[in-house]
């Protein structure tokens, strides 16, 4: 296979190399303008993405923007991230979360066999 190029195809590769490169460019160009409109029309001290949190200065995100400790349920009003839910998802939450219950109580009392013994099981313990 030649791998020399004819003038011509040259100059096609060179055109088409170049404008490849100014779209790239221009597109750049276009989002960082459209970033920084939309960061300026913001109000001061607002966050730059809509529902961002509140960072300490460390970057550390506390339990005042929402954060849970492990353990915490939908029924620990103490935390701000339980309390500021809306009332309609908070309900649906909790009702979620007394239906998981009731199902695993139901679960945890009955043998995973189904209260039978298979045919063909053997008993673990040493003849």
Same mark, same amino acid.
């Given at each position: 296979?030649?791998?020399?190029?004819?003038?011509?195809?040259?100059?096609?590769?060179?055109?088409f190399?170049l404008?490849?490169t100014?779209?790239?460019?221009?597109?750049?160009v276009?989002?960082?303008?459209?970033?920084?409109a939309?960061?300026?029309?913001a109000?001061?001290?607002?966050p730059?993405?809509?529902?961002?949190?509140?960072?300490?200065?460390?970057?550390a995100?506390?339990?005042?923007?929402?954060?849970?400790?492990?353990?915490?349920?939908?029924?620990?009003?103490r935390?701000?991230?339980?309390?500021r839910?809306?009332?309609?998802?908070?309900d649906?939450? !909790?009702?979620?979360a007394?239906?998981?219950?009731a199902?695993?109580? !139901?679960?945890?009392?009955r043998?995973?066999?189904?209260?039978?013994?298979?045919?063909?099981?053997?008993?673990?313990?040493?003849?």
């Open positions: 296979m030649n791998s020399r190029l004819s003038p011509p195809a040259r100059l096609r590769r060179a055109l190399a404008v490849f100014l779209a790239v460019l221009t597109t750049a276009a989002v960082t303008v459209a970033y920084r939309a960061a300026a029309d109000p001061a001290g607002a730059a993405i809509a529902g961002a949190v509140d960072e300490t200065s460390d970057g995100v506390t339990e005042a923007d929402g954060i849970l400790p492990a353990g915490a349920g939908p029924f620990d009003d935390y701000p991230g339980i309390a839910l809306s009332p309609a998802l908070l649906a939450l !909790r009702r979620a007394k239906d998981a219950s199902d695993n109580s !139901r679960r945890a009392s043998p995973a066999c189904g209260g039978h013994r298979y045919a063909g099981a053997r008993s673990l313990s040493p003849r």
